[in-house]
T-cell receptor, first 112, second 112 residues
Framework: KAGVTQTPRYLIKTRGQQVTLSCSPI?????VSWYQQTPGQGLQFLFE???????NKGNFPGRFSGRQFSNSRSEMNVSTLELGDSALYLC???????????FGQGTRLTVV | GNSVTQMEGPVTLSEEAFLTINCTYTATGYPSLFWYVQYPGEGLQLLLKATKADDKGSNKGFEATYRKETTSFHLEKGSVQVSDSAVYFCALSDPGFQKLVFGTGTRLLVSP
């Protein structure tokens, strides 16, 4: 079974631009969650989607948004990028609530 | 809110030494508890989990017991290897929610 796939692996963007990251979950998994990992703040929950609906949202500004498609693939978008958005963005998929989460390798975003 | 506290790293050990990484949590209700491991340049891998009090999770020689009375989930291994060098994260999730709350991570360095 293929694992969680995140694309691209690395990204460099300029302040003020926007960016879209993609996550393909494990086949059959309907829940996709996103996390931001930085040296200063550690791992922080962004949001979770289940069957195309956002079920849970972390404490991030509205510049951070996401969506999930009918095939469970998910995208997250960050608009008006700031230097502080530089981070490793991790996607995790699971079958549903209270089930094991499997993480992708992440997308390393650098904002210059 | 829910939170996880881990011991500061790095933890430096010689091969075959005994490992303990402390983890305590604060949560309402009865969360599930996890240990994840992150190797350089990689995403997170689930190491072990426990879903109720007194459960012991184990995998690859690592163990942790869910102690509700002390709100702890300490990670142990009897004999570490160089290949165990990584960052270890303790995490909890609320029942019914697919959202993980992570500790700050503990870097383990094992020398030959």
């Amino acid at each position: 079974k293929a694992g969680v796939t995140q694309t691209p692996r690395y990204l460099i963007k300029t302040r003020g631009q926007q960016v879209t990251l993609s996550c393909s979950p494990i086949s059959g998994h309907r829940s996709v969650s996103w996390y931001q990992q930085t040296p200063g703040q550690g791992l922080q929950f962004l949001f979770e989607y289940f069957s195309e609906t956002q079920r849970n949202k972390g404490n991030f500004p509205g510049r951070f948004s996401g969506r999930q498609f009918s095939n469970s693939r998910s995208e997250m978008n960050v608009s008006t990028l700031e230097l502080g958005d530089s981070a490793l963005y991790l996607c995790a998929s699971s079958e549903g609530s209270n089930t094991e989460a499997f993480f992708g390798q992440g997308t390393r975003l650098t904002v210059v | 809110g829910n939170s996880v506290t881990q011991m500061e790293g790095p933890v430096t050990l010689s091969e075959e030494a005994f490992l303990t990484i402390n983890c305590t949590y604060t949560a309402t209700g009865y969360p599930s508890l996890f240990w994840y491991v992150q190797y350089p340049g990689e995403g997170l891998q689930l190491l072990l989990k426990a879903t109720k009090a007194d459960d012991k999770g184990s995998n690859k020689g690592f163990e942790a017991t869910y102690r509700k009375e002390t709100t702890s989930f300490h990670l142990e291994k009897g004999s570490v290897q160089v290949s165990d060098s990584a960052v270890y994260f303790c995490a909890l999730s609320d029942p019914g929610f697919q959202k993980l709350v992570f500790g700050t991570g503990t870097r383990l360095l094992v020398s030959p």
